[in-house]
């Protein structure tokens, strides 16, 4: 998303979303909290949990869902939630003009090809959030941005959650 308010993104993001998913999706909040340009996932998901939404939501900033525990949870969804819409949330690296956009991609996402992990398509649709490049990846200077660009995008992917599963069930969640 370029040039709009929160607002506007917010309501772009939840129209699309509902336009993909119909009912409650379960939500793969992916990512770590030991680095910070990984914990867009594990902090929207805390901010989902927080709100005690009526879906199952793996991976917060206490339980997050990284690289080494995602071969067990695709076993737990296969066992669990066979036929369930997935929602990944992930942070991407991008290019530097990306900073801070935030991506919904029907189809899911290939989580940790950017730092050449090899995991299966993960999700019926993802929401990403571009929170670095590679040429800033390891530079410690940039990470008070890289934290603001990960706390403001994980706020308009869980409120955009929040207000599409209010679409798909009916009940008004306080924001």
């Known amino acids: 998303m370029t040039n709009l308010n929160w607002q506007q993104e917010l309501t772009i993001m939840t129209h699309k979303l509902n336009s993909i998913i119909s009912t409650p999706p379960i939500i793969l909040a992916m990512g770590s909290d030991k680095y910070i340009v990984d914990c867009f996932g594990p902090l929207t ?8 939404i009526p879906t199952f939501v793996y991976g917060c900033l206490d339980f997050p869902l990284n690289a080494k525990m995602l071969p067990s949870v695709y076993k737990i969804l296969k066992a669990k939630h066979d036929n369930c819409p997935i929602l990944a949330i992930d942070s991407m690296i991008g ?6 956009k935030i991506k919904l991609i029907k189809g899911g996402i290939y989580p940790g090809s950017g730092t050449g992990k090899n995991f299966p398509l993960t999700g019926t649709v993802a929401l990403t959030a571009i929170v670095t490049d590679n040429d800033n990846l390891q530079k410690p200077t940039r990470l ?30 306080n924001l």
């Open 95 to 100: 290019n530097a003009n990306d900073f801070g």
């Open 144 to 173: 008070n941005f890289i934290n603001q660009l990960a706390l403001k995008a994980s706020q308009i992917v869980y409120q955009t959650v929040v207000l599409s599963l209010s679409n798909c069930n009916g009940k008004n969640y």
């Open 45 to 52: 998901g805390y901010y989902l949990k927080l709100m005690n």
